[in-house]
């Protein structure tokens, strides 16, 4: 008997199985149950049509808003030591580790007509956020935050600094080095960054059915839409669940899983 | 009393003609509109001490959407909902009902914030553009029942231009009137109830415009509860109408 | 144009102390091993890490001056530096690399790439122009690194380590590149190397830098003459003693080391005992014997191991283990006859006169 090579343990592959299995099972029964005959009709309405836009004009503008939010903080988690670290990076985690409802109720009491912040924007400017689709879009930010500051506080560890002093020495300033130097080559944790916070705000329900509310064309984003058709016409709320699914996977695979690939 | 005296001893009678011996546990699910959750609650509470072998578990929600859970086979005994519309709906397409009876009346309000930021004073109001005024969705019967105010008082168009958001149930049309980011909604004179009643206003629909909501409650085809089912339904019938009045609910004829 | 250092760099809890200074047109060595702190000045003079205190000068203006506040980052410094791990930016080609420092002054796009790619041609690397650093070979990288740090004329040239990490055969190729370019190079030119071939062939000074202090500083031939420490005496291959130096008997004395004594001629001018004294001895003076030697002259007869042999050409330079431990130079012809090798013992002899006496 020659050398063997190394496998995959039996037990990992049944796992690993379980764990495949885990996720397609699901998207298996949301294909079964749709309703074929009906899907086109229900797919081409016009509430799922208007939820389908808005649902993607939310999820860029939140995931870009949480990025550009995020970079700062990471930046400023990853390379400066200020006392307290510790206490930011919890206040960062908290959106996701709180329910997304709970997240709404804050929000509202910040911004809401009567919250700390948005008592006195109404109040002078007669503005109220409550309601629009910014609503929306600051409740979907809101939960994918984290995962922004995550993924670049990550990227910007991984970086080596002293290629940031070489560009110095080249006469790079500060902002010259950040740009032709720190984000080129974090350009694949920012895409899994936008990637991350994407996915997140396009499947935000709680926050912004509290926050934000229901209106079609509005703030009513396709889990809304799919939440409110589950009520009376669950196989068609079937059909719009599959087409979440399907925008998100089109997006996952026209990036051909690049920003998962180490550098 | 009698009437808890007698809807106990039939329970009795009937456990022991079941034949089951002495005290074995029994549960029932009932499935409300999301109106009735003071009411039912309480009801539930003083069945339960009146029958202290059953536990009443209760789901409270819209009405078309818990149509829709029995109709998927969620197992129910009891269904109270806000409409007769999807009492019809559980009985030609889904497992069918026994026992039907109306239980309760409700009428609809309008109700704006302590504070009344757009100076609502009545249900025409409404039609001012800019006021920001949350209904229930229309499929739920508090939603559909408000579309028929406006449609009776010829103002439709223009409040539901003033619509900012269709909530899932009557509750959430009540809560965001209380947090205050609401200018209006249009609720059931029952959902002003008396712990809200500090933080909102009440604006009462004039009677040739206003809605009878009519609630029916009914036992569910082959929900293994049946004799428990069939004496909670005689209970809110019976001994839970005093209740129902208590909480602004108007008999059911 | 010169560059005047004086400084106290700290990197985490180890100080480095330098005072030097440097032409326009000199090549300076910075030589010490490892450990010594070179990079940790390295990085000083770039501006990346301010000195503890001191101040660097270059050209009349100064660099630093920690007394006064004075801090030029190093954006603003004209200092071009080749790092030791080269650190070209990999997501950029050949010529983008080398076209950088001029992007970073705002010099247009297409002016800076054909200024990149002369420089380029120059060191004989067009065709490569738009390769990827981790498509460079060693030597290539290197003189892409070195493109990069001459594009901007900068008036202070550092290397750190140029040729390191390149083999025996590209480092060869390459150290006539540097010389050439270092030659060309108007302003000054500080190398750092733990080469000593590299420093004594490109440097017209060396700078020697030991556990964070500067231990000597003068051109090649004055340290081969006169090296200071054991270090800088192994640099030019010499055998050095340091110790207190006692009367023995007329005209001789005993040099007492830290690992063992050998005698040596009285040095004149110097009365009683003495203390620290430097003993230096050519390898090539010292005899090797298979069976301890009789009658001799010398008076120094050391019995030892051989801890290593090393063979340059025709001679072999043999490590002693003994007291004290020391080096000698012998024909490769003596290696086999006498069938040296690790772990012979043998007797090694060598004269009094032989080794030449400095009070420090």
Redesign the interface.
Known sequence: MGAEKRTTPGAFVVLAIMGIAFVALPLGGLIQRTPWSRAADVLTSDSSLTALRLSIVVATSAAVLSLVLGFPLAWALSRSSFPGRWVVRGLVILPLVMPPVVGGVALLAVFGRRGFLGAPLYDVFGIQLTFTTPAAVLAAAFVSFPLAVLALEAGLRSLDTRLEDAAATLGGSRWYVLRRVTLPMLAPQLAAGLVLCWARALGEFGATITFAGNLQGRTQTLPLAVFERLQTDPEGAIALSLLLVAVSLAVIVALRGRFLAPR | MRRALAGMGSLVLLLAGCGGSGSERSEITVLAAASLTGAFTRIGADFERANPEVTVRFSFG?S??LA?QIL?GSPADVFAPASPKYMDQVRSDGPGVTRQVDFARNTLAVIVPSDN?AHITSLADLARPGV?L?LA?V??PAGDYARGVLENAGIQKEVLAN??????DVKGVVQ?VL????DAGIVYRTDITPDISTSVRAISISDGVNVIATYPIAVIDGSGHTPVAEAFVRFVTGPGQATLKKFGFLPPS | MSLIVDVQARRGDFTVAAAFEAAAGETVALLGPNGAGKTTLVATLAGIDPPASGRVDLDGRSLDDVAAGRHVPPERRPVGVVFQDRLLFPHLSAVENVAFPLRALGVARREARSRATDLLARLDLVERADARPADLSGGEAQRVALARALIREPRLLLLDEPLAALDVRARAHLRGLVRRELIAFAGVRLLVTHDPVEAMSLADRMVLVEDGRVTQIGTPAEVRAGPRTPYAAELVGMNLFIGRLERLEAGAGRLVTSEGAVVVAWPPGIDGSVEPVIGLLRPADVSLHVRPPEGASARNVLAGTVASVSVEGERARVRIDASPPLVAEVTLGSVERLGIREGTRLWASFKAVEVRVQVI
Do not use: H
């Open positions: 819209p078309d959407g829709t998927e930021p920001k949350v969705a499929g739920v619509v900012v958001s269709n909530e899932e965001k947090l205050g980011e609401a």
